[in-house]
């Protein structure tokens, strides 16, 4: 699979945006990612979900099937997590699903990627869910790239949604961004790239309405960096933001943000440090309406993938971490309340399954998210299965969930 992201190096393979990400094995210092519900499947995991309420939630990801990456759908209702078929593009069966966002269980859309052959270029793919079943609903590319991925979507209505990611030609590759109107069109818009930048990409994307939103990314600068970036998309145009350097540390790359108001949004990501072993660390930054600030700054070898704010001062950053001395890592959840960060107790998966990684969460309140991601036996390859916690305001438990 071709995406612009995938020119960097496997050692940035925890920082690269969702876009970037490719199905592989059980993570050893590095988090893999695939997914499963049929039959004969293996290696499955959830990318990412988005929850309307305690009762409704929808995940997305990937498994392994005789050579090739079906894309996984599973839906929570009824207290119970249900497998729902994905239909796959006739040229084009690969996909990757990087993200979902539902404004009602009834109206999700997903994005992501797809592609032909092994290492073929990949195409834009979104499907959008009525309540019963998946249709794809495609963006095409920009003229004149040969491939496209979409990184982030967010639909704060049933009316509304915005898409994110990148396109290119070669090794070069720039932002995108959609908008999805009434479920039935798209419209590309342009979008601001940072400059001076060899490449752009926008992998993470929060609306507060239809019309507030915060997209940040990634640039590469001239001297082949990997830079930060955020975009602010108000009343229909964007706004390019500044966000801090993080000191002591040689790159910064966002993973998702949330918004709980038209004011405040947090993105959270991972950054690299300059010494000699280049440890990777969490990090979060917060934007209070006019600047954004750096929030924390995580010990390593950590990394943070998504974040869900239920309240102004209230978020839930997941993501990966190692134990002391660990070779495989561990699923790790955050806590914000505005000032501070706090290590949660996600549950570790008990072995033979005991690496894990989680990979994005929603949160309806305070008292009500769900964080999804996947578990893993550090001793065998491929051997991923997916995982789901829920918090009820006291605690994270494990969900049962369909693997092939």
């Not at 996909?95 to 834009?124: D, K, M, Y």
């Not at 004011?263 to 917060?286: I, M, P, Q």
């Not at 990394?303 to 190692?322: D, K």
């Not at 002391?324 to 949660?344: D, K, M, V, Y």
Request: glycine share 10%; hydrophobic share 35%.
């Amino acid at each position: 699979m071709t995406v612009g992201s995938m020119v960097s190096t496997a050692l940035l393979a925890l920082a690269l945006p969702a876009s970037a990400a490719t199905a592989s094995t059980g993570p050893r210092l590095a988090p893999a990612g695939a997914a499963s519900p049929m039959v004969g499947g293996s290696n499955d995991s959830f990318n990412s979900d988005s929850c309307t309420s305690n009762a409704f939630c929808m995940a997305v990801g990937n498994y392994s099937l005789n050579g090739h990456t079906p894309a996984l759908s599973e839906m929570f209702s009824g207290g119970n997590w249900v497998a729902e078929p994905v239909p796959s593009p006739s040229h084009g069966g690969n996909i990757f699903a990087n993200e979902v966002s539902c404004a009602s269980p009834a109206s999700c859309l997903f994005v992501g990627t797809h592609w032909a052959r092994q290492n073929g270029p990949s195409a834009n793919l979104a499907e959008a869910w009525n309540g019963t079943s998946w249709r794809i609903v495609t963006a095409a590319g920009p003229a004149g790239t040969t491939f496209s991925s979409l990184g982030d979507v967010a639909c704060p209505t049933t009316r509304f949604c915005l898409a994110v990611g990148t396109a290119g030609r070669g090794r070069n590759y720039q932002d995108t961004a959609y908008t999805w109107t009434n479920g039935t069109t798209w419209r590309r818009i342009s979008v601001p790239s940072p400059r001076p930048a060899r490449n752009s990409e926008l992998g993470g994307l929060a609306c507060f309405d239809s019309k507030n939103c915060m997209a940040v990314g990634n640039y590469t600068s001239t001297a082949g960096h990997f830079v930060a970036f955020a975009a602010r998309w108000h009343d229909g145009r964007w706004k390019l933001l500044t966000t801090p350097a993080v000191a002591r540390q040689q790159f910064a790359v966002f993973q998702g943000v949330s918004c709980p108001t038209a004011t405040r949004c947090v993105a959270v990501g991972n950054t690299e440090d300059n010494t000699r072993t280049k440890f990777l660390h969490a990090f979060a930054e917060t934007w209070n309406g006019s600047k954004w600030h750096l929030s924390t700054l995580r010990r390593s070898p950590s990394g943070f993938l998504g974040v869900s704010c239920p309240a102004r001062n209230h978020c839930f950053a997941a993501g990966y971490t190692f134990s002391a001395g660990g070779t495989f890592s561990l699923p790790l959840i955050e806590a914000w309340n505005g000032r501070t960060w706090t290590t949660q107790h996600p549950v570790q998966t008990p072995a033979p399954n005991s690496g894990g990684d989680l990979q994005h969460v929603s949160c309806v309140t305070q008292n009500n998210c769900e964080a999804v991601g996947f578990s893993f036996d550090p001793s065998v390859s491929n051997s991923a299965q997916t995982l789901a916690e829920k918090w009820n305001g006291h605690g994270w438990t494990v969900q049962a969930t369909p693997n092939p």
